[in-house]
């Protein structure tokens, strides 16, 4: 009998589904996405599972793959209910976490991180373009100029793109908190570089343009609300009841998931028990007024907590705190209504 392992810190979901790891199924979450909006705005703490999200969303989208959904999704959720737009984009992904956050060194390392995502769209799709298409994408520069070239091959051929940014605010929040308001003002008002690139963003997204849908996450809904007047061609979803749970545990998740170890002679002790160590710690976080009744476990503090007692039998010596109880609830709502 295969044992599945604890994912802990892993975000590739292919990788997740053929080893095979432990997934806590989120897929039935798409049919809810694709219905309420297409430009989606997800706000999270950092290391909840966001990265592992928009891997799996990836997956399910891209054209480039859509010959291997039966292969990933069979036993999931959406393995069995398939929307019409399985396998149906060009997928364009950033992830900002990566970008140094040193004013002097900034749009040099955001044109760099972009230029290696631009490179990589370039290689899966390039074919599907006009011949020179990906050479001259590489020749340019800057990355608004790799967008706003993109954007317009795209639309000229009728492409439909999904594009999604993780940690879209990760060296802006950076900025602001370890060098002031000036620097990150001039990167996100007036004529800042990154302001321009998400308006650019907004112009592939509206008319005809070729970006469909986008899925962007961050910590903060601050420098959305900078960058792009409001967010004002998508919704911010993050307070919205029907998504509480999309990312991280509930505890029914935790005790299927507790239950599966148990089962396999794998777990110490009861599943109540077991449930009474972790949830004074990890189940403390609530991202809708209306869902104060079902607060979510942090998923990479259960899959940390798992990773060591699974096979020590023990509860870790330094359990990391996390948010804790009502108060502090409410203060994540009011955050994420600013």
Request: with cysteine.
């Amino acid at each position: 009998m295969i044992i599945k392992k604890i994912p802990y810190g892993l975000t590739d979901f292919e990788r997740i589904r053929k080893e095979p790891y432990y997934y806590v199924d989120k897929t039935h979450y798409i049919e809810w996405l694709e219905e309420s909006a297409n430009f989606f705005f997800l706000i999270r703490p950092r290391r909840f599972g966001k990265s592992l999200f928009i891997n799996m969303l990836r997956w399910y989208y891209d054209i480039y793959r859509r010959d291997r959904f039966k292969e990933i999704f069979e036993g999931l959720y959406i393995g069995s209910h398939p929307t019409a737009e399985q396998g149906k984009y060009l997928v364009l992904d950033f992830n900002f976490a990566g970008v140094n956050p040193d004013p002097d060194r900034l749009l040099a390392s955001f044109n760099d991180n972009c230029s290696m995502r631009f490179d990589l769209f370039a290689g899966l799709y390039g074919h599907m373009f006009n011949p020179g298409f990906a050479s001259e994408l590489k020749r340019l520069k800057n990355a608004d100029e790799k967008l706003n070239y993109l954007i317009g091959q795209a639309t000229l051929l009728d492409l439909p793109i999904y594009l999604f940014i993780d940690e879209y605010d990760n060296f802006t929040n950076a900025i602001l908190a370890n060098v002031g308001n000036e620097h990150y003002r001039k990167l996100t008002h007036g004529t800042g570089f990154f302001r321009y690139f998400f308006n650019k963003l907004k112009e592939g997204a509206t008319g005809n343009g070729p970006i469909k849908r986008m899925f962007i996450t961050g910590v903060s809904p601050v420098t959305m609300d900078d960058v792009t007047s409001g967010f004002n061609i998508g919704a911010n979803m993050s307070t919205d009841p029907r998504f509480n749970g999309i990312i991280g545990f509930s505890e029914r998740e935790v005790r299927d998931m507790l239950s599966y170890y148990k089962d396999v002679d794998m777990l110490a002790g009861e599943v109540d028990e077991v449930i009474g160590v972790m949830k004074p710690w990890y189940d403390n976080y609530c991202f809708s007024r209306d869902s104060l009744h079902e607060p979510m476990y942090n998923s990479d503090m259960v899959l940390y907590f798992l990773n060591h007692y699974l096979p020590l039998k023990k509860v870790p010596e330094n359990l990391p705190m996390v948010l804790r109880l009502f108060p502090v609830r409410a203060c994540i709502i009011r955050s994420l209504m600013m």
